[in-house]
Nanobody, 124 residues
Framework: QVQLVESGGGLVQAGGSLRLSCAASGRTDITVGMGWFRQAPGKEREFVAAIRSRGDSTYYAASVKGRFTISRDNAKNTLYLQMNSLKPEDTAVYYC?????????????????WGQGTQVTISS
């Protein structure tokens, strides 16, 4: 099993930045990839970004590409999401997730473990 705990959410003004962290524990050595998803009130959960556990391949939703950067520190078992140029439409609960199988990291169904989420609120 893998346990995931997100942190770093908060309230910032539009144009500001936040860095989310996701501390992973358990069998992190057998994850294939990790990702960030978000869910805004009244909307479905959507893919934000993902990174392969081996290699440097990263994937981004079109809505965040160029503004958000996903990275990981394997020594600390921590996943990050650097969010710049934030917009009010980025307001959501952000979830970290871990995938144990080699399939599409852009799909929520590819992930086996999820964190509890952290709230990000962007004011205009």
């Amino acid at each position: 099993q893998v346990q995931l705990v997100e942190s770093g959410g908060g309230l910032v003004q539009a144009g500001g930045s936040l860095r989310l962290s996701c501390a992973a524990s358990g069998r992190t050595d057998i994850t294939v990839g990790m990702g960030w998803f978000r869910q805004a009130p009244g909307k479905e959960r959507e893919f934000v970004a993902a990174i392969r556990s081996r290699g440097d391949s990263t994937y981004y939703a079109a809505s965040v590409k160029g503004r958000f950067t996903i990275s990981r520190d394997n020594a600390k078992n921590t996943l990050y999401l650097q969010m710049n140029s934030l917009k009010p439409e980025d307001t959501a609960v952000y979830y970290c997730a871990a995938a144990m199988r080699t399939i599409d990291l852009g799909l929520g169904s590819s992930y086996d473990y999820w964190g509890q989420g952290t709230q990000v609120t962007i004011s205009s």
